[in-house]
C-alpha cells in the first residue's frame, strides 16, 4: 500500500524510496551514490558481501575502510587548484 508509507514520512519514506530507486534504476549505477548520499553504504556493503568475499557468513572479508567512501582528488585537479585539498585517507 503506497499511501501508508507516505503517510507515515520520515525514514520509513526515505527507505520506500531508495528501494524503489533501486528497483527503476538498478542498470544505470546509481546505487552506490545514494547510498553514500544517506550514509547506508558501509552498512550496504556489510550486509551484501556473503558469498563475495567467501563461502559462507563466518569466512571474513576485508575491513570496510570508512575513507574509501569518497573517491580521491585527481592529482591533476590538486595541481592545477592549490585551494584543494585530497580527501582523508588518500
Known amino acids: 500500500d503506497p ?20 528497483l527503476e534504476l538498478s542498470a544505470e549505477g546509481k546505487r552506490r551514490a545514494d547510498m553514500v548520499r544517506h550514509g547506508k553504504f558501509l552498512n550496504w556493503t556489510e550486509s551484501s558481501v556473503h558469498g563475495v568475499c567467501g563461502a559462507s557468513p563466518s569466512t571474513s572479508c576485508p575491513a570496510r575502510a570508512a575513507y574509501r567512501v569518497v573517491f580521491p582528488i585527481s ?3 590538486i595541481g592545477s587548484n592549490p585551494l584543494l585539498a585530497q580527501n582523508k585517507g588518500y
Not at 503517510?7 to 531508495?18: F, M, V
Open 3 to 22: 499511501t501508508a508509507v507516505v503517510a507515515a514520512g520520515g525514514q520509513a519514506l526515505r527507505d520506500a524510496i531508495l528501494k524503489e530507486r533501486l
Open 75 to 77: 592529482v591533476n585537479a
